[in-house]
């Protein structure tokens, strides 16, 4: 989509602070992290958010899965525990329309988380 933020990031029109990358999928780190490590793993396929993932999508989100297992074992957080989270819509706040996992840890995080 040619308004996406994060299409923009996987085409290279925004830069990013990239930590993951594979043929169709891309992590990176968030701008506004709430840990010590908090990065953003996405589908480089738009999809609006996990609520609009469809039956031909399945191999790839178990892709973007083991892309967030392979991040929080890269970064040093998978042994202590981490959080993947993906927020849908407005009440869920989700703030860029692209299917995202965050991907946080490097602390104990809370509960519940808002």
């Not at 990013?16 to 840990?35: G, H, R």
């Not at 953003?40 to 989100?61: F, G, M, N, R, Y």
Request: charged share 20%; hydrophobic share 40%; glycine share 8%.
């Amino acid at each position: 989509m040619e308004d996406c933020l994060f299409c923009k990031i996987v085409a290279g029109e925004v830069p990013s602070t990239k930590v993951y990358e594979t043929n169709d999928v891309l992590a990176f780190q968030d701008i506004q992290p709430q840990a010590p490590v908090h990065v953003l793993v996405i589908p480089k396929k738009h999809i609006p958010s996990a609520h609009h993932i469809q039956e031909e999508d399945c191999a790839l989100i178990g892709r973007l899965h083991l892309a967030a297992q392979r991040v929080a074992e890269d970064l040093g957080i998978a042994k202590d525990g981490y959080r993947i989270v993906t927020n849908i819509g407005q009440h869920g706040q989700q703030t860029v329309p692209h299917l995202h996992y965050h991907v946080i840890g490097g602390r104990q995080l809370q509960w519940p988380p808002g």
